[in-house]
């Protein structure tokens, strides 16, 4: 039963670029979270996509733009690259339908620096 | 807003010492309380916590939740150079379920 994977790994941009990171939930979830995860804190919270709709939103600019797939997978879009967007992205997965929502399931994440 | 705070913030320790871990919240009409391990990149999953003073428990790690009091502590016994790691505690409200709010986490060394 493959886990929840992202893709890329580790990625490098310079400033004012643009983004794309890739995650396919865990087999049977239909909900996907993305989070960002700055060097010594714990992640936050993005945005969550649930039926190929943005459910739930939060604090990050409009910079930050997503997108759920009928097989659930999603991706993850930022625009305009600052350095203070280096960290490591996040995607977890759960399984709304079934009223499991709280329990997530996280991949090891893509590292992005920003130069 | 919600908030997550973590105490403390690292903890080394011995192998076979017991450890308690704290986490105290604040969140708009509280859900659940979860608990997760970080080691190098990916969280992993350790309990969920609804109703007050039920412990759950897991080999050499439990939990216990006060909603009364806003905490939650996770302790380990006989601890192994394994149990090194990142805790991570986050919280979900009922308007929001799966956007959990993450504390910064206690990062725990454990020392053969």
């Known amino acids: 039963d493959a886990g929840v994977t992202q893709s890329p790994t580790h990625l490098i941009k310079t400033r004012g670029q643009q983004v794309t990171l890739r995650c396919s939930p865990k087999?049977?979830?239909?909900?996907v979270s993305w989070y960002q995860q700055a060097l010594g804190q714990g992640p936050q919270f993005i945005f969550q996509?649930?039926?190929?709709?943005?459910?739930q939103r939060g604090n990050f600019p409009d910079r930050f733009s997503g997108h759920q797939f009928p097989n659930y997978s999603s991706e993850l879009n930022v625009n305009a690259l600052l350095l203070g967007d280096s960290a490591l992205y996040l995607c977890a997965s759960s399984d709304w339908t079934s009223g499991g929502a709280d329990i997530q399931y996280f991949g090891a994440g893509t590292r992005l620096s920003v130069l | 807003e919600d908030k997550v705070v973590q105490s403390p913030l690292s903890l080394v320790v011995h192998e076979g010492d017991t450890v308690t871990l704290n986490c105290s919240y604040e969140?708009?009409?509280?859900?659940?309380l979860l608990w997760y391990k970080q080691e190098k990149k990916a969280p992993t999953f350790l309990f969920m916590l609804?109703?007050?003073?039920i412990e759950k428990k897991s080999g050499r790690l439990s939990s216990i939740l006060d909603k009364k009091e806003l905490f939650s502590i996770l302790n380990i016994t006989a601890t192994q150079t394994g149990d090194s790691a990142v805790y991570l505690c986050?919280?979900?409200?009922?308007?929001?379920?799966?956007?959990?709010?993450f504390g910064d986490g206690t990062t725990l060394t454990v020392k053969p």
């Open positions: 087999s049977g979830h239909d909900t």
């Open positions: 969140v708009t009409n509280f859900r659940s």
């Open positions: 996509y649930y039926e190929e709709e943005e459910r």
């Open positions: 609804t109703s007050s003073g």
């Open positions: 986050a919280v979900d409200s009922l308007a929001n379920a799966g956007k959990s709010t």
